[in-house]
């Protein structure tokens, strides 16, 4: 039973679609996260949220709008996409805002712009 | 602005010896530092963690050493194993910042 789970898992699409990554986590973590994994293989965060509320968004253009209906999902949405946001993303999970342990993560997601 | 830097790409040893991986980082307002591995196809799954106010933390074949004069850390698998082929994320926190920082990985590869 897969702790945190994201769809799709390989995604090849033009630039300029609109697409999106879900992301379930069943830990019953406050917490999660979006990770974007670059050429570079640098794993950065683009987004956190707790309990539903945003509390990290760092420098990212905001044709990426995450979206967290609950506290056990965060989906991530591109608008228009561009050759650059070809990366693999990760999503991940915390027990709380402060932590010092553990995050867990899903698959990743390996996103592919034409 | 690489706060955690991973100067090797990729590290290959022998089974049964010791692998050592590295990592660098600047920030001096870490409070914890973190080893994540990765295997192909898979997240990052958590290794081993020290905080800022020690020098070692070791669980079983892992070890970890932190150097804050020097601010660098490093990993010891003792003895190697082929199932430790994978990628080595190493990872700064903050509680400042409420961010992990990741380094680029380093890929260790284990020959039976």
């Known amino acids: 039973d897969t702790a945190v789970s994201q769809t799709p898992k390989y995604l090849v699409t033009q630039m300029g679609n609109d697409k999106s990554i879900k992301c379930e986590q069943n830990?019953?973590?406050?917490?999660m996260y979006w990770y974007k994994q670059d050429s570079k293989k640098f794993l950065k965060i683009m987004f956190s949220y707790n309990n539903k509320e945003l509390i990290i968004n760092e420098t990212v253009p905001n044709r990426f709008s995450p979206k967290s209906p609950d506290k056990a999902h965060l989906n991530l949405h591109i608008n228009s996409l561009e050759l650059g946001d070809s990366a693999v993303y990760f999503c991940?999970?915390?027990?709380?805002?402060?932590?010092?342990?553990?995050?867990?993560f899903g698959e990743g997601s390996r996103l592919t712009v034409l | 602005d690489q706060q955690v830097k991973q100067n090797s790409p990729s590290l290959s040893v022998q089974e049964g010896r010791i692998s050592i991986l590295n990592c660098d980082y600047t920030n001096s307002m870490f409070d914890y530092f973190l080893w994540y591995k990765k295997y192909p196809a898979e997240g990052p799954t958590f290794l081993i963690s020290?905080?800022?106010?020690?020098d070692k933390n070791e669980d079983g074949r892992f070890t970890v050493f932190l150097n804050k004069s020097a601010k660098h850390l490093s990993l010891h698998i003792v003895p190697s194993q082929p199932g430790d082929s994978a990628v080595y994320f190493c990872?700064?926190?903050?509680?400042?910042?409420?961010?992990?920082?990741f380094g680029s990985g380093t890929k260790l590869n284990v020959k039976p």
């Open positions: 020290i905080s800022s106010i020690k």
């Open positions: 990872a700064g926190y903050a509680y400042n910042f409420n961010k992990f920082y």
């Open positions: 830990l019953g973590h406050d917490t």
């Open positions: 991940a999970s915390s027990l709380g805002t402060l932590n010092t342990g553990e995050l867990f």
